[in-house]
């Protein structure tokens, strides 16, 4: 099968290079470190017997360890120490002990007491979660190393930025000798992963107490950087949990519902938006320490999987320096750990390394090496139970030689023996290799200066008259949060873009221009201000693989991804992004940016009232919010006012003083005018009362609506659909209901979970103080039910306005809330995570106004709407019959034949069939009026607003195979309900930060609630 012919044949290639690299560096280390102990890479795994050890410690990792075959020599002792207290001082027990799972604040006090009793541990704080909790990064080596750690950071620096030293190889080189690289290690991202805390924990008493020699050369060569915790937030619920569970060791326990603030598992999808703090937090910290590494440990699959390696595609915008260390590091782990004895140790696998979004691939993408095990884990529990496995996992593959067994007895113990046993392997490899590993951080950096005369592109270009400056501003932010540098040019200036960049897919090089025709080359003015993103730059990867778009072949062997196959900025923030090749762009005169982008903003002109143009920026909803007591109005059509063109959708505001909107808009970025009043039709746009409503089956996808509501200070009472069972006058509070996409279809977001067995609290109790917070219910188990079905749609029928989106418009369209749309929820063609191409069908709905044309969304599957007249019909339009000749004689021209009649008579043909096209319902027919039962009446019918775009030029980024039952399918789709409306959503417009461009199909939903109805034309009949 080609697919494993040539992963093997891959491997094949690094295994060599593992078994020559090392022998070279030991050369090097032998003639440059003279103040290495001993020959490293024939260091023993094992004990130094001069040392004593903590009797009572090593003997209960013996008595927590289920086999002795799950211990490895690194790990089956602990060295006494006569001043470093063990884990045993904050837990009352060892690292890894059964039923004890600590909290953060006693990982942090250990931390600290570490701190406190070696000069070889230093603790960083690195920032705060959401909720307020503290993020930590310990650091430990020698007590040189540790009192020189500025000094040390100051070498790496040097590499980390070549033009620092003139791209200077020599230099590099004789630095590189004499530095400590940083390893950083970074534990329980994923809070139902949970036994990182202790095994960092032990290993940081390890790093600093043990005097082996194996542990003595990687305390001496390298610096251990260890956040114990990333996800805080989650990490406290997860322990909370558990806690409850051990206190009800009889009953059922519910799913740790929520993990940080606002999303749960995504938090590891987070490093290219870098929307949470962790991600924030991190990162800086890899930067600032420039470290080389970023480990990453998760807990999934049985018993370590070292997932680095990972499958194709690899991430096309990485060097392969990189990915050729992943090899070496990943393999050497394999090696030495069976050579250990410990079953179950394994690379390669099920896990593509396409998607940066992972946040160990900040350092892939920041010139470092990023890693990530799997190790096995209890589900988040630390107690010990019989596991068995599936074959499928225990199975001897050529990337398995030595599989994991069917069934053990499994321990927190034997999880942190795996962990520290990896990671014990993977820093000695690294302290041996340090100086190769070194050149390798300087030669990657260099390299990534050096992309304008290598692969390219030469810039960026976001230019400064883009009709969206807010959503550029956004996307420039995240660049600057990127550690990546912007420039703006001081004049004017043209670029030369080759044929190949605006032939071919269509808006080859933005969001928002067009397909043109075919031609050697386009010369493109830009205005003085534009933005300038240099690749020649230490971090141009990541600004590189977020700017650019992603293209997954059809016939990938790689049939099943990981993650989601597209992700480019510009056009899920609706931003232009020239990308220039010519290298003559970085010689246009330019300033550096050394202040927060922000899009300008303030009041301008003289007139009576003030218009700003609808262009689609999120800043225009925080507007609206932050000046509650203003009139703002909203034009339904197009309009000109002292001669400046406004959008159909524009505000036109009223009772607010100048200097109110000045300050306000300055602080927004959003350019306000104040005008003589037009004479345009108008209808209030009004802070509508917003609820955004969850399951408590899964809360994961509707936390990005939550952040951005958050962030744009949009305000919403958050509800459960147990309130919205228990509340039959859902308009007496709100006027919108968002109901995000949640887990299961609408049966079982009615259901909920079964009533068997116990109930399960989510709430805040001295048991369990970090639970309920966000949200809390005496018992999870109840689901929306019929009655809540009923109060929703009532308060529909009463006027109010309810948002659903992929699964939960199903359950719309399923439960009689949306006449007319039928869901496809599982098209033929193919769709992983990609951004699709949009069109407008009607410019008149409020939901559209400001959107661009060709808008990219976010499809996770290629999800669509059918729609039609009729009630009940699965499928309308065109597809309710087919235009298509039968079987019979002739070619496919031909028309049909009944033989032994005559032709037919002009007067019993059929009357032409009127044109329709996939967006539209069919027209009524005189057929269906003869008892009009099931026709919809005109006021009632489904209104598509936006639609996917044509099959060629579908696909914006990611993978799309097939498409013809996407394309030109409906995708937002607004059904009248009596009085109100149900807005419904094929694609997830609110996703990971990454979706800015399609946020305002939500907003302007909200805005407009009231009059949804604008612009409409009734159907005749
Ligand atoms: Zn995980």
């Given at each position: 099968m080609p697919r494993r012919f040539l992963s093997s044949g891959l491997l094949a290639v690094f295994v060599t290079l593992v078994a020559v690299v090392p022998a070279h560096a030991q050369a090097r280390n032998a003639v440059q470190a003279p103040q290495s102990v001993g020959a490293p890479a024939t260091d023993k795994p094992g004990r130094d017997p001069a040392q004593p050890i903590d009797e009572a410690y090593t003997k209960k990792i013996h008595e927590y360890t289920t086999e002795p075959f799950f211990l490895s020599p690194l790990v089956d002792y602990l060295p006494a120490s006569k001043t470093v207290p063990t884990p045993m001082a904050v837990l009352?027990?060892?690292?890894?002990?059964?039923n004890n799972l600590p909290y953060s604040k006693e990982v942090y006090a250990y931390m600290r007491l570490l701190e406190k009793s070696s000069p070889r541990v230093k603790v960083f704080s690195i920032g705060t979660t959401e909720e307020g909790r503290e993020m930590l990064a310990v650091a430990v080596a020698s007590d040189s190393l540790i009192a020189n750690l500025d000094a040390n950071r100051a070498k790496l620096a040097k590499l980390a930025d070549p033009r620092s030293i003139g791209m200077n190889d020599a230099e590099a080189e004789r630095i590189a000798a004499t530095t400590a690289p940083v390893y950083y290690i970074t534990g329980t991202i994923h809070s139902t992963e949970s036994g990182a805390p202790t095994a960092l924990m032990e290993l940081a008493y390890r790093l600093a107490v043990d005097d082996s020699p194996y542990i003595r050369n990687i305390r001496d060569h390298l610096i251990t950087l260890i956040t114990p915790i990333v996800e805080v937030d989650g990490r406290d619920r997860m322990v909370d949990l558990f806690k409850w569970h051990m206190a009800h060791p009889n009953d059922t326990y519910p799913n740790l519902l929520y993990w940080g603030k606002y999303v749960a598992h995504d938090n590891n999808r987070d490093a290219m938006g870098l929307t949470l703090k962790l991600s924030e937090n991190v990162l800086n910290a890899y930067v600032d320490q420039k470290a080389q590494v970023l480990h990453d440990l998760h807990e999934s699959y049985p018993y370590l999987y070292d997932n680095t390696i990972g499958d194709g595609p690899y991430n096309a915008w990485l060097d392969p320096l990189l990915t050729n260390e992943w090899q070496m590091i990943g393999w050497n782990n394999v090696q030495e750990m069976t050579r250990m004895g410990m079953p179950g140790v394994w690379a390669h696998g099920e896990f593509d390394t396409w998607s940066p979004g992972y946040l160990m691939f900040m350092a892939a993408t920041h010139n470092g090496i990023s890693r990530l095990y799997e190790t096995f884990g209890n589900g988040g529990t630390a107690e010990t139970v019989e596991r068995e496995l599936s074959p499928g996992q225990t199975s001897r593959t050529w990337w398995r030689q030595n599989p994991p067994l069917p069934r053990v007895m499994w321990s927190l113990r034997n999880n942190n023996n795996y962990e520290q046993t990896g990671l014990l392997v993977s820093l000695s490899y690294f302290a041996n290799n340090r100086d190769l590993f070194l050149r390798n951080f300087y030669e990657k950096s260099k390299r990534s200066i050096e992309k304008p005369k290598n692969e390219g592109p030469a810039a960026y270009v976001l230019t400064a008259d883009d009709p969206r400056p807010g959503a550029q501003a956004e996307l420039l932010r995240i660049l600057q949060k990127q550690h990546v540098e912007l420039s703006r040019a001081t004049a004017p200036f043209s670029v030369t873009l080759p044929a190949r960049a605006r032939s071919g897919r269509a808006a080859q090089d933005s969001a928002t221009s067009r397909a043109s025709a075919s031609t050697k080359s386009e010369t493109r003015q830009f205005p003085a201000g534009t933005y300038i993103v240099r690749m020649d730059q230490p971090y141009s990867r990541i600004a590189d693989a977020l700017l650019d778009k992603q293209y997954w072949a059809p016939n990938d062997p790689q049939k099943t991804p990981y993650d989601d196959t597209g992700w480019s900025f510009p056009e899920g923030f609706a931003v232009q992004a020239v990308r220039v090749v010519d290298a003559k762009v970085l010689d246009v005169p330019m300033e550096k940016v050394t202040a927060t982008v922000r899009a300008p903003g303030g009041v301008n002109g003289d007139g009576n009232v003030f218009a700003i143009n609808?262009?689609?920026?999120?800043a225009l909803a925080t507007l609206r919010y932050r000046l509650r007591s203003a009139d703002f109005q909203a034009a339904e059509e197009p309009f000109t006012a002292n001669g400046r063109k406004f959008a159909r959708g524009s505000f036109i505001i009223r009772n607010v003083s100048r200097g109110d909107l000045d300050k306000a808009a300055r602080e927004l970025g959003l350019a306000a005018y104040a005008v003589s009043a037009p004479s345009v039709k108008t209808h209030p746009v009004r802070a509508a009362r917003v609820a955004v409503m969850h399951t408590w089956l899964s809360t994961q996808t509707e936390g990005w609506w939550r952040y951005a509501l958050d962030q744009l200070g949009i305000p919403y009472d958050y509800i459960s659909t147990q309130v919205a069972a228990r509340t039959p006058d859902l308009n007496a509070k709100y006027d919108v209901i968002l109901f995000p996409p949640t887990s299961g279809n609408g049966q079982a977001i009615i259901d909920g979970l079964p009533m068997w067995r116990n109930a399960m609290p989510w709430k805040t109790t001295a048991l369990t103080p970090n639970i309920g917070k966000l949200d809390q219910t005496d018992d999870i188990r109840p689901g929306l039910g019929f009655q809540g079905l009923e109060n929703l749609k009532q308060f529909v029928a009463r006027g109010g306005v309810l948002v659903g989106v992929t699964n939960t418009a199903e359950m719309a369209t399923d439960f009689g809330l949306a006449a007319g749309v039928s869901y496809n929820g599982s098209p033929r063609s193919r769709v992983v995570g990609s951004f699709l191409r949009t069109k407008v069908?009607?410019?008149?709905?409020?939901?559209?106004?400001?959107i661009p044309d060709d808008l990219a969304v976010y499809s996770e599957g290629g999800e669509t709407f059918n729609v039609s007249n009729t009630r009940g019909g699965r499928r309308g339009g065109?597809?309710?019959?087919?235009p298509e000749r039968p079987t019979g004689r002739g070619t496919a021209d031909d028309p049909d034949v009944v033989q032994g009649r005559p032709p037919l008579d002009s007067a019993h043909m059929a009357l032409p069939t009127e044109h329709v096209e996939p967006w539209e319902a069919a027209p009524i027919s005189k057929d269906q009026l003869r008892n009009p039962l099931s026709i919809i009446p005109p006021d009632q019918r489904p209104r598509v607003a936006l639609r996917f775009g044509d099959q060629k030029g579908l696909l914006a980024s990611g993978l799309l195979e097939g498409g013809s039952d996407i394309a030109q399918r409906p995708v937002v789709v607004d059904v009248p309900l009596q009085k109100g409306h149900v807005v419904l959503f094929a694609n997830n417009p609110i996703y990971r930060g990454e979706t800015i461009g399609s946020y305002f199909l939500v907003f302007n939903t909200i805005l407009n609630w009231d009059n949804l109805n604008a612009g409409r034309t009734l159907d005749a009949r």
């Amino acid at each position: 099968m080609p697919r494993r012919f040539l992963s093997s044949g891959l491997l094949a290639v690094f295994v060599t290079l593992v078994a020559v690299v090392p022998a070279h560096a030991q050369a090097r280390n032998a003639v440059q470190a003279p103040q290495s102990v001993g020959a490293p890479a024939t260091d023993k795994p094992g004990r130094d017997p001069a040392q004593p050890i903590d009797e009572a410690y090593t003997k209960k990792i013996h008595e927590y360890t289920t086999e002795p075959f799950f211990l490895s020599p690194l790990v089956d002792y602990l060295p006494a120490s006569k001043t470093v207290p063990t884990p045993m001082a904050v837990l009352g027990d060892i690292a890894g002990a059964k039923n004890n799972l600590p909290y953060s604040k006693e990982v942090y006090a250990y931390m600290r007491l570490l701190e406190k009793s070696s000069p070889r541990v230093k603790v960083f704080s690195i920032g705060t979660t959401e909720e307020g909790r503290e993020m930590l990064a310990v650091a430990v080596a020698s007590d040189s190393l540790i009192a020189n750690l500025d000094a040390n950071r100051a070498k790496l620096a040097k590499l980390a930025d070549p033009r620092s030293i003139g791209m200077n190889d020599a230099e590099a080189e004789r630095i590189a000798a004499t530095t400590a690289p940083v390893y950083y290690i970074t534990g329980t991202i994923h809070s139902t992963e949970s036994g990182a805390p202790t095994a960092l924990m032990e290993l940081a008493y390890r790093l600093a107490v043990d005097d082996s020699p194996y542990i003595r050369n990687i305390r001496d060569h390298l610096i251990t950087l260890i956040t114990p915790i990333v996800e805080v937030d989650g990490r406290d619920r997860m322990v909370d949990l558990f806690k409850w569970h051990m206190a009800h060791p009889n009953d059922t326990y519910p799913n740790l519902l929520y993990w940080g603030k606002y999303v749960a598992h995504d938090n590891n999808r987070d490093a290219m938006g870098l929307t949470l703090k962790l991600s924030e937090n991190v990162l800086n910290a890899y930067v600032d320490q420039k470290a080389q590494v970023l480990h990453d440990l998760h807990e999934s699959y049985p018993y370590l999987y070292d997932n680095t390696i990972g499958d194709g595609p690899y991430n096309a915008w990485l060097d392969p320096l990189l990915t050729n260390e992943w090899q070496m590091i990943g393999w050497n782990n394999v090696q030495e750990m069976t050579r250990m004895g410990m079953p179950g140790v394994w690379a390669h696998g099920e896990f593509d390394t396409w998607s940066p979004g992972y946040l160990m691939f900040m350092a892939a993408t920041h010139n470092g090496i990023s890693r990530l095990y799997e190790t096995f884990g209890n589900g988040g529990t630390a107690e010990t139970v019989e596991r068995e496995l599936s074959p499928g996992q225990t199975s001897r593959t050529w990337w398995r030689q030595n599989p994991p067994l069917p069934r053990v007895m499994w321990s927190l113990r034997n999880n942190n023996n795996y962990e520290q046993t990896g990671l014990l392997v993977s820093l000695s490899y690294f302290a041996n290799n340090r100086d190769l590993f070194l050149r390798n951080f300087y030669e990657k950096s260099k390299r990534s200066i050096e992309k304008p005369k290598n692969e390219g592109p030469a810039a960026y270009v976001l230019t400064a008259d883009d009709p969206r400056p807010g959503a550029q501003a956004e996307l420039l932010r995240i660049l600057q949060k990127q550690h990546v540098e912007l420039s703006r040019a001081t004049a004017p200036f043209s670029v030369t873009l080759p044929a190949r960049a605006r032939s071919g897919r269509a808006a080859q090089d933005s969001a928002t221009s067009r397909a043109s025709a075919s031609t050697k080359s386009e010369t493109r003015q830009f205005p003085a201000g534009t933005y300038i993103v240099r690749m020649d730059q230490p971090y141009s990867r990541i600004a590189d693989a977020l700017l650019d778009k992603q293209y997954w072949a059809p016939n990938d062997p790689q049939k099943t991804p990981y993650d989601d196959t597209g992700w480019s900025f510009p056009e899920g923030f609706a931003v232009q992004a020239v990308r220039v090749v010519d290298a003559k762009v970085l010689d246009v005169p330019m300033e550096k940016v050394t202040a927060t982008v922000r899009a300008p903003g303030g009041v301008n002109g003289d007139g009576n009232v003030f218009a700003i143009n609808h262009n689609g920026d999120n800043a225009l909803a925080t507007l609206r919010y932050r000046l509650r007591s203003a009139d703002f109005q909203a034009a339904e059509e197009p309009f000109t006012a002292n001669g400046r063109k406004f959008a159909r959708g524009s505000f036109i505001i009223r009772n607010v003083s100048r200097g109110d909107l000045d300050k306000a808009a300055r602080e927004l970025g959003l350019a306000a005018y104040a005008v003589s009043a037009p004479s345009v039709k108008t209808h209030p746009v009004r802070a509508a009362r917003v609820a955004v409503m969850h399951t408590w089956l899964s809360t994961q996808t509707e936390g990005w609506w939550r952040y951005a509501l958050d962030q744009l200070g949009i305000p919403y009472d958050y509800i459960s659909t147990q309130v919205a069972a228990r509340t039959p006058d859902l308009n007496a509070k709100y006027d919108v209901i968002l109901f995000p996409p949640t887990s299961g279809n609408g049966q079982a977001i009615i259901d909920g979970l079964p009533m068997w067995r116990n109930a399960m609290p989510w709430k805040t109790t001295a048991l369990t103080p970090n639970i309920g917070k966000l949200d809390q219910t005496d018992d999870i188990r109840p689901g929306l039910g019929f009655q809540g079905l009923e109060n929703l749609k009532q308060f529909v029928a009463r006027g109010g306005v309810l948002v659903g989106v992929t699964n939960t418009a199903e359950m719309a369209t399923d439960f009689g809330l949306a006449a007319g749309v039928s869901y496809n929820g599982s098209p033929r063609s193919r769709v992983v995570g990609s951004f699709l191409r949009t069109k407008v069908v009607d410019g008149a709905s409020p939901i559209v106004y400001g959107i661009p044309d060709d808008l990219a969304v976010y499809s996770e599957g290629g999800e669509t709407f059918n729609v039609s007249n009729t009630r009940g019909g699965r499928r309308g339009g065109r597809f309710s019959g087919t235009p298509e000749r039968p079987t019979g004689r002739g070619t496919a021209d031909d028309p049909d034949v009944v033989q032994g009649r005559p032709p037919l008579d002009s007067a019993h043909m059929a009357l032409p069939t009127e044109h329709v096209e996939p967006w539209e319902a069919a027209p009524i027919s005189k057929d269906q009026l003869r008892n009009p039962l099931s026709i919809i009446p005109p006021d009632q019918r489904p209104r598509v607003a936006l639609r996917f775009g044509d099959q060629k030029g579908l696909l914006a980024s990611g993978l799309l195979e097939g498409g013809s039952d996407i394309a030109q399918r409906p995708v937002v789709v607004d059904v009248p309900l009596q009085k109100g409306h149900v807005v419904l959503f094929a694609n997830n417009p609110i996703y990971r930060g990454e979706t800015i461009g399609s946020y305002f199909l939500v907003f302007n939903t909200i805005l407009n609630w009231d009059n949804l109805n604008a612009g409409r034309t009734l159907d005749a009949r």
